[in-house]
């Protein structure tokens, strides 16, 4: 293997036709789903009053290690991760210059090593630990909006929506239960720490307090991709482990990032390293319920997804965070361990997989009027292609229309498209999804924006055709006002709904009544006291989530 390369897998992609397959509806199905006009109602929540001074925003922090160097790809220096104490919460060190010598680079994929101080760190603060992100709003009020008989469509579309096929990714990328040695994964001992497979797992052994070690099976990762692995606590006390992604090497220096649990504290952590040696902590250690205590296996996984990072443990959501530093395609990933106060500390990682991100599914730029929407027009409301984007004209008070382009999606996807308010007369508009066609009534959520007032809903009509609003109407200032264009952009995963506005993550919500395969997806408009109204959608994508 060559001193300064840190990738040598390549991916293999497919065309993405196959995936295509059985993904939308033929002009038949539309058919015969009685014609299915687009929904037409009034609006289930009131306008919400206009403040745009709430929200929130995420701070960063973090200090930099004093003697890192790189040698080719071996990283030798003091580590930035602090030393946690307790169980809810953490206290930061400082970072001490190492007087010993580090032992000879090893040149293989990306390595890093640590070697310990010689004298116990002081602590320098204790910041006090925040509650964990994933949580489910509790709705503060019940819409008194009375809903308006469905008047009958003019006129509705049964032509085949048009998919672009995009390059697939082939999963898995790289899987490995170290059940046998595939040469990827580095083996030896020097006079801090042991690594390599041992019984069907990969060993980091810390021989010395305040020692860490990290390594990466040199991948060649695409923009969107999957990282997860088993780890234990096999021996020792303190010690925490965790998982390396987005990393790269230039020259003498490397970039990364690094998912860290502390098992004995309950305790994760998400922090990065740029090029210049400088650590920044991204999300400061944080007590989760979902992390396993002790000797017992946790599964983590870091979810990449252009800008986001979305952390997992044991398929529980944790946080989710927007970071476009390390992001596009070519990085590496791995695994990481440290002992703290006390050593040795003996960690162990099993069923490591790298993984794809997202592939398109369905993408309409509205060029296409025969691309699966619905065209037409009543006394109420008028809908169709315009200009290269979807109307829809609201032309009296308190009316909404829904539409899809008839889609057959998987339980896991992403949904999102770029939504804009004409003219003065306010107007809510945004994203449909999980909608099924049960007969009557229908059945969907809805994830919709007030650009006048900035603030979102997230509302549901359930199987049983009653209104639920999941979160209700929250000012949040990523929303831009007037007549700019949002991007709204939602990720549905298993029971979990991750809200996206402009590229914030604006809540995560938890509800599974309506999820599953074969869902519908597309777009939705209401006005209110002023009329008429109109909305404009444009790249209205739909993509495959793992």
Known sequence: MKANRISIAILVCLGAAALLVGVIKTPESRASASGRPPVQDSPRSAAPVQDRSAGHAIAAGGFAPSNWSIDNVALQGSDATATPTGTSTATRTATPTSTGTPPSPVYLPLVIHQLPPPATPTPTSSPTTTATATRTPTATSTPTTTRTATPAATSTSTETPTATPTAACADPIYVTDFGAPDGRWLSGEDNSSAYGTVSGEYQIYLKIPNASYGVTPDLVLPADYRIQANARQAAGSGGAYGLIFGARAVGAQAEYYRFVVLPTAGQYLLEKRDLNGTWTTLIDWTSSSAILSGAQVNNLRVDRIGTEIRLFVNGSPLQSYTDGSFAGAGRDAGLWARAYDSAPVDVRFDNFRAGCGSDTLFFDGFGNT??????????NVKWSYLE???????????????DTPY???PANYTVEADVRQIASNPVSLGLAFDMTWNGTPYAVYQFLIYPEGGAYLLEKRGLGGAWTPLIDWTNHPAINPGNETNHLRVDRVGSGMWLYINGVNVNTYDDGELAGVGRDAGLRAYSYVDFPAEARFDNFRVAILP
């Not at 979807?390 to 009296?396: G, N, P």
């Open 370 to 379: 025969g691309s699966g929407w619905g065209a037409g027009e009543n006394g």
């Open 407 to 409: 889609l057959y999606l």
């Open 388 to 402: 290269g984007e979807y109307q829809i004209y609201l032309k009296v008070a308190d009316y909404g229309l829904l």
